[in-house]
């Protein structure tokens, strides 16, 4: 009899503890997601305030009479900043939404940050933490808006043969990325009505003032629109 006790004690301690086992991982399961679900809320509204710091960021460069203005913007973390421009809009829409890099994984994007009275450079996608920008104004002929550039801190630009106009007012921005006739190992050559054998990625011709990148051809008037072709995608810069 005293057996049949402590068996029976036996089995109901074991089922305590499965059952109490069994209770604790739901709520431990439970509790992860409610924290992932909490984080993931979180980054994604990081991810919005990032893309109104970034357009509150530019907002420095459209004032003002000066010819250009450089700055530099470094984010908390590494970013992906997703361009996009509509079209159907009555003078264009520009919006940007942003995603950050944490634990090597990419955060959902924010909220989009919108606004139709900038023009805003650069590819539809772009990575890093670290960005080079400046402005020139658009004069056609009297002074039409400020366009604003934007490109990765370190991917270079090795402008070859450009006209000592050009290459003054880019030096004198002071943008590390940006070289001039020697260019260094991967950096993006653009010339300027060179032969075509020169293994050049952007190709700028005066005569039909056009710039060719990526197998595609837009047409440009002045300095400030051939930036605008040679650092930004074609979609975004006919936008």
């Known amino acids: 009899m005293k057996t049949r006790r402590n068996k029976k004690g036996f089995l109901d301690i074991s089922f305590s503890w499965i059952f109490a086992f069994l209770v604790g991982a739901m709520i431990l399961v ?34 003002g009479v000066e010819g250009t203005k450089s700055i530099k913007i470094t984010l908390p973390v590494d970013s992906k900043i997703i361009h996009f421009c509509d079209s159907t809009d009555r003078f264009g829409k520009e919006t940007f939404s942003v995603q950050e890099k944490r634990n090597d994984k990419w955060t959902a994007s924010g909220v989009p940050a ?5 023009y805003v450079l650069l590819p539809r996608i772009t990575e890093g ?20 550039y934007f490109t990765n801190s370190k991917e270079k630009y090795c402008f070859v043969g ?12 002071n ?3 940006l070289e001039f006739n020697t260019c260094s190992n991967f950096s993006k050559k ?31 008037e002045g300095n ?16």
């Open 175 to 177: 943008q590390d990325n």
């Open 114 to 118: 919108s606004f139709n009275n900038k």
């Open 224 to 239: 400030a629109l051939m930036y605008a072709a040679i650092f930004s995608d074609k979609d975004i810069y006919e936008c």
């Open 162 to 173: 450009f006209p000592l106009e050009v290459k003054s007012e880019l030096k004198n921005l």
């Open 190 to 220: 653009i010339c300027f009505d060179t032969p075509s054998n020169n293994n050049c990625e952007i190709k700028i011709d005066s005569d039909q003032k056009s710039v060719e990148k990526d197998g595609e051809k837009v047409y440009y």
């Open 30 to 63: 439970g509790a992860i997601y409610g924290v992932n679900k909490f984080t993931s809320v979180k980054d994604s509204q990081n991810s919005a305030e990032l893309g109104v710091a970034l357009k509150n960021f530019l907002t420095p460069l459209e004032t």
């Open 129 to 148: 933490k670290t960005f080079s920008v400046f402005s020139k104004t658009f004069d056609f002929p009297f002074n039409v808006a400020n366009l604003i």
